[in-house]
C-alpha cells in the first residue's frame, strides 16, 4: 500500500469532515445561543436585552461564516474558517463576563463547554486544539483584566484552573485520537481498495466462467461434426468391408473407432455439465422397469468385470420395480458408478447394484469391496475436475467430470447421491430418486426407445468378428453411437496392462532395440506397429517395468509416455540417470503438455528430447533415428577410445621400459669407465701414499733431535699431513668399495649396532651441538652386512650434519630424528634433519657418481651413490623426500622376507 496515497485520501476525508463537522457544529451555535437568553434572565436580570443582542449578533457572525463554506474561498481556507466561527462563541461569551462586571460570573463554564465541544465534535489536530485553548484562556483572561478587581482572587483562580484543565485534556486526547483517526481510515482505505481489487476479480472471473462455459459448448458442438464423420466411415469399414483389410489394418480400424468413442463420450459429458451449470438440462421422464433396466445395465458392463475378474451382480426389491425417471440419465449415473466401482475393485473383488424403496424414494447402492476412500477426500468427491492423485504418475487415470455429473444429474431430477466408504474395506455410493408412479406428471417428449441392451459388437474390441449389419436410420444410429460411446469402457483391460518383462524382437540382432514404453495399451499397439520394420521392440506397461528392463536388455533409445503409473517419465529419466549402465541411453519422451515449463523440466532431468502429442509418425521416426544414431555412434567412439587409450597405455609401458633400460646402460657404461678410472687412479695413488706413510713414520722417530721448544709445532706439522694422507687413503678407499663392491656375507643383526656405531664414530661432531632424536627399536633384527651398513648411516649422518652446518638461519635448534615403521613385509628406518633441505632442481641427481653440492675438497660425490648401491645389495630401496627450507628425510626400507626365511631354516 503506497503511503502518499493514503495521505491524500486522508487528506480529502479530513477536508470534507471539518467541513460538514463545521457545519453542523455552527447551527448547533446558532441555535445555542438565542437559548441562552432564558439562562441570562436568571442570572443577570438587568442585562438581559443587551446580551440577547449579543447573543443574536453572535449567532449572526456564525451564520455568516457557515455560508462562507459554500463559496471557493471557504473551500480553499475551510481550516480558517473552522477556527473563526469556533472562537466567535467564546470570543461573545467572554465579552458578556466583561459586561457583567463580575470576575466570579458562572458563564466562564460556557467557556468551558466550548473547548469540550471543539475535542469531541470537530476533527483538529493536538496544534490546533492548541491553538484554541490559549484563545479561550486569553479571552477569559483579558476579560477578569479588563473588570480590575482583584479582591476575589480565589474565585478567579478556580476558574482559571478549570479552564485550563480542561483545555489541557482536549489538547492531548486530540493528539492520540489524531493518530487513531488516521490509522482507522488507512485501514478503511486498504479495505476498500482490496474490497474494489476484489470484486473486479470476481467479476472478470464471472466473465471468464461464462466465457469458459460458452467456450465448452460451442467446441464440444463443433468436435462432435467432425468427429462423427469419422466414426461413421470407420465403423462402415469394420462391419462391411474388414473382408477387404488385412489383420493389421483391421487392428487399426478397432484402434480409431474405440478411441473415437472414448473422445465422444468425454465431448458428451462436457456438454452435460455445460448444460447442467447454465440451466437449460431437460428432464424427459418415463417410467422405467429397474429390473428389466439393472438387468440390462449389468449385461452391457459384464465384459469389462469379466475382464478385471471382478463378479457382478445387480438385485432389485419387488416393492420398487419401477420408477420414473429420466431413462438416459439414469443410464449415465449408473454406468458411471459402476465403471469406477470396477475400476478401483481389485481382481477376484465384488461390485453389486441394488435397489430398494425408501419411503418415497427409490434407492439404488453401488456397493464394491475395492480400495476404499480417505476419509479427507469424501468432501472433495463431486466436485468437478477433482481427483485424488493427481501427480503425472498416478495409477487410475481420468478427468474428474464423472462423479460431479453424477451430482448434479441426480440433483436435476429431486434426488440425492451420498458415499460411504473405508481404505480397504470397499465403497457405497447411494443414490436416491423420488418414486413418481401413480401420479400425474408432465413431461417431456421422449425420444424412441432403444433397447436396455447393447449387442457385444456395438462395443469395438480386438476379438470381435467383422458382421455386415444393415444401416439403421440416421436418428437412431446417431443415438445408438452416443449410446455405445456411455458403454465404452474408461479404464485398461487387466490383459492388457499385465504385461511380461520380455521383448518382441525379430531378425538377428543387427537393428537397434528400441524399448517402448505406454500405459495406453492402443497407444502402446500403434508405436510397435510403426517401429518394428526398422526396430527391436521392447514393450513395457509402465515406468517400473521401462527400468527393469532398460537394465536388462541394454536398448539404444527409449521412447517412454510423461504421464504413466508407478513411475511418470520424468522419474523414469532420473531413475536411468543415476544408473551407470543406462546413464547414457538416449530417451525420448511423449508427452501431452506443451508448456514451457515441462519441457525445461524434462530435459533437466534427463530426457534427451521430447514430442508433443498429436505427433506426426514422420517425426517420430526422424528423431528416433538421430538420436539412435548419434548413440551408436558416441559407443563406436567409445569402443574405439578404449582401444586407443588400451594401446596408449602399452605403448606407455614400453616406453618407461625403454627409458629404464637405457637408464641401465648409460649407469652400467658410467660405472665401468668409472671403475677403469678408478684401478688407475688407486694404483697411482697407492705407491706415493705408501711413501708417504714410510716418510712420516721416519720423521716421527726423528723428532726427538730436534729442539725441544720446536718438537711442539713439529709434531703440530706432522700430524695435519698425516691427517691429509689419511684422508686420501679414506678416498681411495671409497673408490675401491664403490668400483669393486663386496658380496660379503649377509647376517641377521639389530639395527641398533650399525646407528650406534656410526653416531659414535661421529660423536665429536654432534656432541653438545646438534640434538639427536633415537625413536626405533633398538632390538629390530634385520638381514645385513654391519660393516656396508655402518658405512651408509655413516654418509647420511654426516650429510645430515654438514646440512645443520650450512643453515643461514642458526636461531633454530639443529636437531636429527632416527626413527623407524615396520610393516607386514617391509621394515623402514627414517633419517631426518631440519636443516635448509634439498632443492627442486638436483633432487633427481643426488644418487649420481661424483654429484655434490658441497665446495671443492669438501666431498667427492660419492657418498650416497656408494649408500644406493649398499640398499641394492641389501635387497632394499633408499628414498628421499624433503621440503627446502624445512627438512630432508631419507628412507632406507629392508625386506624382512629374507628374516623370515632364515628363521624357518634355523627352525628345521
Known amino acids: 500500500m503506497n503511503q502518499q496515497d493514503v495521505k491524500t485520501a486522508f487528506a480529502e476525508y479530513d477536508k470534507k469532515v471539518r467541513i460538514n463537522n463545521s457545519r453542523l457544529g455552527a447551527i448547533w451555535a446558532m441555535i445555542l445561543m438565542p437559548a441562552g437568553f432564558t439562562l441570562d434572565y436568571l442570572v443577570y ?7 440577547f443582542w449579543l447573543r443574536i449578533l453572535c449567532s449572526f457572525s456564525v451564520w455568516i461564516v457557515r455560508a462562507s463554506f459554500n463559496t471557493q474561498f471557504g473551500d480553499r481556507n475551510y481550516r480558517v474558517l473552522g477556527m473563526i466561527w469556533y472562537m466567535l462563541p467564546a470570543f461573545f461569551i467572554s465579552g458578556m463576563i466583561y459586561a457583567s462586571d463580575d470576575v466570579t460570573s458562572p458563564y466562564y463554564a460556557g467557556l468551558n463547554i466550548v473547548l469540550i465541544g471543539a475535542g469531541l465534535f470537530l476533527p483538529w489536530t493536538y496544534f490546533e486544539n492548541l491553538l484554541a485553548w490559549l484563545f479561550v484562556t486569553a479571552m477569559y483572561a483579558g476579560a477578569v483584566l479588563l473588570i480590575g478587581t482583584t479582591h476575589q482572587f480565589d474565585l478567579v483562580f478556580n476558574n482559571l484552573y478549570f479552564l485550563i484543565l480542561t483545555g489541557l485534556i482536549v489538547v492531548v486526547s486530540s493528539y492520540y485520537t489524531g493518530d487513531t483517526r488516521y490509522r482507522e481510515f488507512a485501514l478503511r482505505f486498504e479495505l476498500d481498495r482490496n474490497k474494489q481489487t476484489l470484486e473486479e476479480a470476481n467479476r472478470k472471473l464471472t466473465e471468464l466462467d461464462e466465457v469458459k462455459t460458452r467456450f465448452f459448448a460451442n467446441i464440444s458442438h463443433e468436435l462432435r461434426t467432425p468427429l462423427t464423420l469419422l466414426l461413421a466411415p470407420i465403423e462402415t469399414m469394420r462391419r462391411q468391408k474388414a473382408h477387404m483389410f488385412d489383420d ?9 473407432e474405440a478411441n473415437g468413442l472414448r473422445l465422444l463420450k468425454l465431448i458428451n459429458d462436457l456438454l452435460d455439465l455445460v448444460k447442467l451449470e447454465s440451466g437449460h438440462m431437460d428432464v424427459r421422464r418415463d417410467s422405467v422397469n429397474l429390473t428389466d433396466f439393472l438387468k440390462g445395465l449389468r449385461s452391457s458392463v459384464q465384459k469389462m468385470a469379466d475382464d478385471k475378474r471382478v463378479h457382478l451382480s445387480a438385485e432389485v426389491e419387488a416393492e420398487v420395480s419401477s420408477v420414473v425417471t429420466d431413462r438416459d440419465k439414469l443410464e449415465k449415473i449408473l454406468l458411471n458408478l459402476v465403471f469406477n466401482a470396477i475400476k478401483f475393485t481389485p481382481s477376484n473383488g465384488q461390485v453389486t447394484i441394488r435397489a430398494k424403496k425408501d419411503g418415497d424414494f427409490a434407492q439404488i447402492e453401488v456397493i464394491d469391496t475395492g480400495m476404499g476412500i480417505a476419509a479427507a477426500n469424501i468432501p472433495y468427491l463431486f466436485t468437478r475436475f477433482w481427483q485424488a492423485d493427481t501427480s503425472a504418475q498416478r495409477k487410475y487415470q481420468g478427468t474428474g467430470i464423472g462423479l460431479a455429473l453424477v451430482k448434479e444429474l441426480v440433483e436435476v431430477q429431486g434426488g440425492s447421491v451420498a458415499v460411504a466408504s473405508k481404505e480397504g474395506q470397499g465403497t457405497t455410493m447411494t443414490v436416491r430418486l423420488p418414486v413418481t408412479v401413480g401420479r400425474e406428471e408432465k413431461t417431456v417428449p421422449v425420444s424412441p426407445k432403444t433397447p436396455d441392451t447393447i449387442p457385444d459388437a456395438a462395443v469395438p474390441t480386438m476379438d470381435a468378428p467383422p458382421a455386415v449389419v444393415v444401416a439403421p436410420p440416421q436418428g437412431e444410429w446417431l443415438h445408438s453411437l452416443y449410446r455405445r460411446a456411455e458403454l465404452f469402457p474408461s479404464l485398461t483391460s487387466l490383459k492388457d496392462s ?3 518383462l520380455q521383448p518382441t524382437m525379430g531378425g538377428n540382432g543387427q537393428r537397434p532395440k528400441v524399448l517402448v514404453a505406454d500405459d495406453e495399451p492402443d497407444m502402446l499397439r500403434y508405436l510397435k506397429s510403426e517401429l518394428v520394420n526398422e526396430y527391436e521392440v521392447i514393450e513395457a506397461a509402465d515406468g517400473r517395468q521401462a527400468i527393469a528392463l532398460a537394465a536388462q536388455f541394454q536398448p539404444d533409445i527409449i521412447l517412454c509416455d510423461m504421464m504413466m503409473p508407478e513411475m511418470d517419465g520424468i522419474q523414469v529419466c532420473k531413475e536411468l540417470r543415476a544408473r551407470t549402465l543406462t546413464q547414457n541411453i538416449p530417451v525420448l519422451l511423449l508427452t501431452a503438455r506443451a508448456d514451457e515449463d515441462t519441457k525445461l523440466n524434462a530435459l533437466s532431468h534427463g530426457a534427451s528430447d521430447f514430442l508433443s502429442k498429436p505427433f506426426s509418425v514422420t517425426e517420430l521416426h526422424v528423431r528416433l533415428r538421430n538420436l539412435t544414431g548419434a548413440y551408436l555412434m558416441q559407443r563406436k567412439l567409445a569402443r574405439q577410445n578404449q582401444v586407443l587409450e588400451a594401446t596408449l597405455e602399452q605403448l606407455k609401458e614400453t616406453l618407461e621400459q625403454l627409458k629404464d633400460t637405457e637408464m641401465q646402460l648409460v649407469q652400467r657404461e658410467k660405472m665401468a669407465s668409472l671403475g677403469r678410472m678408478s684401478a688407475g687412479i688407486i694404483h697411482e695413488i697407492n705407491n706415493p701414499l705408501n711413501y708417504a706413510k714410510t716418510g712420516l713414520y721416519t720423521l716421527r722417530k726423528k723428532s726427538k733431535h730436534i729442539p725441544t721448544d720446536e718438537q711442539e709445532d713439529f709434531a703440530e706439522v706432522l700430524k695435519d699431513v698425516e691427517d691429509g694422507v689419511n684422508r686420501v687413503k679414506d678416498i681411495v678407499s671409497d673408490l675401491r668399495t664403490f668400483t669393486h663392491p663386496r658380496e660379503d656375507k649377509m647376517d641377521q643383526l639389530e639395527i641398533s649396532k650399525p646407528v650406534t656405531a656410526a ?7 654432534w656432541k653438545d651441538k646438534v640434538t639427536v632424536h633415537q625413536n626405533f627399536n633398538a632390538q629390530q633384527i634385520i638381514m645385513g652386512n654391519e660393516s656396508t651398513l655402518l658405512q651408509l648411516l655413516t654418509n647420511l649422518i654426516q650429510n645430515a650434519l654438514d646440512a645443520l652446518n650450512s643453515r643461514k638461519d642458526q636461531s633454530i635448534p639443529p636437531e636429527i630424528w632416527i626413527e623407524d ?7 623402514r628406518l627414517i633419517v631426518r634433519d631440519n636443516g635448509p633441505g ?12 661424483f654429484f655434490t653440492t658441497k ?17 641394492q ?5 633408499i628414498q628421499v623426500r624433503t621440503e627446502p627450507g624445512k627438512f630432508t628425510e631419507f628412507t632406507l626400507e629392508f625386506p624382512l622376507k629374507a628374516v623370515k626365511n632364515e628363521a624357518l631354516e634355523a627352525v628345521s
Open 45 to 51: 436580570p438587568d442585562l438581559v436585552w443587551e446580551f
Open 838 to 849: 634439498i632443492p627442486d632442481e638436483v633432487i633427481s641427481k643426488i644418487f649420481d657418481p
Open 821 to 827: 615403521q615396520l610393516n607386514e613385509n617391509t621394515y
Open 873 to 877: 645389495q641389501h635387497g632394499g630401496r
Open 759 to 765: 653416531l659414535r664414530f661421529l660423536s665429536g661432531e
Open 248 to 256: 493389421q489394418t483391421r487392428e487399426w480400424l478397432v484402434t480409431m
Open 855 to 871: 665446495d671443492v675438497g669438501q666431498g667427492m660425490g660419492l657418498g650416497l651413490s656408494i649408500c644406493y648401491r649398499i640398499m
Open 498 to 500: 499385465i504385461r511380461p
